[in-house]
């Protein structure tokens, strides 16, 4: 099994920063994929941003330029970091990862961190 806990969250003001991290433990041979998403009361999830294993990022068009994801590969970690919050932007975040189990085994493993809130006051 794969454990995710993240921190990070918090209350700030608009136009302030906050920096998330997740922490991935367990069974894991390889991460391919760690991302955050989010989700604000009423609504569905949705990505953020997300990283592969070889670099390529993709962001939700309303966080480019003001959101960086990165990953420490070798403490199963990833990181968000959060510039320029907007009100809009208050949601629980969530951290997610698609990972491999062992070297013999291809299938790819979904998880999910329990979400941490943010929010971003006027």
């Known amino acids: 099994q794969v454990q995710l806990v993240e921190s990070g969250g918090g209350l700030v003001q608009n136009g302030g920063s906050l920096r998330l991290s997740c922490a991935a433990s367990?069974?894991?041979?390889?991460?391919?994929?760690m991302g955050w998403y989010r989700q604000a009361p009423g609504k569905q999830r949705d990505l953020v941003a997300r990283?592969?294993?070889?670099?390529?990022?993709n962001y939700a068009d309303s966080v480019k330029g003001r959101f960086t994801i990165s990953r420490d590969d070798a403490k199963n970690l990833v990181y968000l970091q959060m510039n320029s919050l907007k009100p809009d932007d208050s949601a629980v975040y969530y951290c997610?990862?698609?990972?491999?189990?062992?070297?013999?085994?291809?299938?790819?493993?979904?998880?999910w961190g329990q979400g941490t809130q943010v929010t971003v006051s006027s």
């Open positions: 997610n990862i698609v990972s491999r189990r062992s070297f013999l085994d291809s299938r790819e493993y979904v998880y």
């Open positions: 367990g069974t894991i041979f390889r991460i391919n994929v």
């Open positions: 990283m592969s294993h070889n670099g390529v990022t």
